[in-house]
């Protein structure tokens, strides 16, 4: 591992979440995120073409994009732009539109995609990894645009919020499985990460959250934070196996390169891509 070259990618990509969040209009923080989730998209879909499932990557690619700017207008923007039917209250319509003109859509223009090949060889395959792609990276970062578009809570606090949580946990889940160590987790998986560096990223969550409960003014209870926290700290380092199984797939090391120390971007977006929907859901049903 090389330190300075981590610590350097971090402090700019730092200075980049906070600059978007807070001396940025809207439109700003999303054109940076649209930007990290076309990255992940193309490392995912570069590293399931090296497995040899054949991608059509332009098209995937675009659309997931293209999905991160309809939920970025509906939740930022203009956030009545769509009518809610007659017999339903706008709240109920958040989502509905994305299932009811997105997916089925890309669903058809994917399978045309399919009809221009030459063959049939891996047909399912590539329809299957394409759009599980898009629902894995487009479809959970896209959580991010709802909760900085919060009104009762200060959205740009709650993504600031949910990242230090979530980022704080992988480093010490790293720090601590590295120093203490001891007992593999899931072997097959990620045979690095361990018992001790799993529970140990989880308690740094938690004890994060209590520590940033300012940023949640309305979360009076450090309890409340704790609780919040060892969930979020459970799911982010769920999410960083969940990829590295793909990774393990594919028989890479890293997600990319683009960021020297820290590997791909997707390799950074991993444990937030499980923690995102997840941090929505508490502040709707809390």
Not at 196 to 223: D, I, K, N, R, Y
Request: hydrophobic share 55%.
């Amino acid at each position: 591992m090389n330190l300075p070259q981590r610590l350097l990618s971090s402090a700019v990509l730092i200075a980049l979440v906070v600059g978007a969040l807070f001396f940025a209009p809207l439109w700003v923080f999303a054109l940076v995120l649209s930007g990290f989730i076309a990255l992940a998209l193309y490392e995912f879909f570069t590293m399931v073409r090296q497995r040899g499932i054949l991608i059509h990557r332009p098209l995937s690619i675009g659309l997931g994009v293209a999905f991160a700017g309809l939920v970025a207008w509906r939740a930022l923007v203009e956030p009545g732009y769509l009518i809610a039917p007659p017999l339903l209250d706008q709240q109920a319509t958040m989502f509905s539109w994305a299932w009811d003109i997105f997916w089925p859509l890309t669903i058809v223009i994917i399978f045309l995609r399919q009809f221009t090949r030459e063959n049939t060889f891996e047909a399912l395959s590539s329809l299957a990894t394409t759009l599980f792609g898009l629902a894995y990276i487009s479809g959970l970062a896209s959580y991010f645009f709802y909760i900085r578009a919060f009104k009762s809570f200060d959205g740009a606090w709650l993504v600031l919020f949910l990242i230090l949580v979530t980022k704080m946990g992988d480093a010490g889940a790293f720090a601590i499985g590295r120093l203490m160590g001891r007992h593999t987790l899931v072997a097959r998986i990620s045979p690095r990460k361990t018992v001790e560096g799993f529970v140990g990223g989880v308690l740094v969550s938690a004890a994060t959250a209590v520590l940033a409960l300012g940023m949640v003014p309305q979360w009076v209870s450090p309890a409340y934070g704790f609780i919040v926290g060892l969930i979020l700290g459970l799911a982010g380092q769920v999410g960083d196996l969940a990829e590295s199984l793909i990774k393990r797939d594919c028989q890479v090391k890293d997600s990319g390169r683009l960021l020297p120390g820290l590997g791909g971007v997707l390799d950074v977006l991993d444990s937030l891509l499980f923690t995102a929907p997840l941090f929505y859901a508490m502040l709707i049903y809390r």
